[in-house]
T-cell receptor
């Protein structure tokens, strides 16, 4: 069974700080990695995708991938109260399927 | 506007009833998916379809059925055999022009059993 693990949180950070969200996965053959943001009662929204080792930056968001350690992270710089949500990590599981973690709840306090 | 629509937004089912959740996309995506989300849990795959007239069971297919007669549509039926159907149901799709394996979600249907 392919697994994706995330700390459920909540992760609490003050406004303006860097939030660091982490995810580990079990399948060494995974090639595609995604971060989704989900507000309470809403559907997941794609934030970032990453396919190669290293960092990928998009605005205030940076995804980091380390395939040797089977570890993917999401950094949110200059965190805003509007970033308060649950962040889901997803990893490809072959045949165009994704396996999702249970999500980390982020709380950004003003 | 291209996107994925799901209806209804809220659905109430009596014990023993079958109900059908609608999912439509106009993104010209080949692949479509149904997930179930329970409070505090991640998304679990119910069924997926990579092409019209073909679909495969996901991890929790028991008590559910699907059809894929048109590229744009992938309805999910929750049958009376599903013992605990109260959940948030999410439809997603992915296409060849998007980065590999990327899935986009519809707004979801919240199903409650009375």
């Amino acid at each position: 069974q392919k697994e994706v693990e995330q700390n459920s949180g909540p992760l609490s950070v003050p406004e303006g700080a860097i939030a660091s969200l982490n995810c580990t996965y079990s399948d060494r053959g995974s090639q595609s990695f995604f971060w989704y943001r989900q507000y309470s009662g809403k559907s997941p929204e794609l934030i970032m995708s990453i396919y190669s080792n290293g960092d990928k930056e998009d605005g205030r968001f940076t995804a980091q991938l380390n395939k040797a350690s089977q570890y993917v992270s999401l950094l949110i710089r200059d965190s805003q109260p509007s970033d308060s949500a649950t962040y889901l990590c997803a990893v490809n599981a072959g045949f165009q399927k994704l396996v999702f973690g249970t999500g980390t709840r982020l709380l950004v306090s003003p | 506007d291209g996107g994925i629509t799901q209806s209804p937004k809220y659905l109430f089912r009596k014990e023993g009833q079958n109900v059908t959740l609608s999912c439509e996309q106009n993104l010209n995506h080949d692949a479509m998916y149904w997930y179930r989300q329970d409070p505090g849990q991640g998304l679990r795959l119910i069924y997926y379809s990579q092409i019209v007239n073909d679909f495969q069971k996901g991890d929790i297919a028991e008590g559910y059925s699907v059809s894929r007669e048109k590229k744009e549509s992938f309805p999910l039926t929750v049958t009376s055999a599903q013992k605990n159907p109260t959940a948030f149901y999410l439809c997603a799709s992915s296409g060849p022009r998007d980065p590999q394996d990327t899935q986009y979600f519809g707004p979801g249907t919240r199903l409650t059993v009375l």
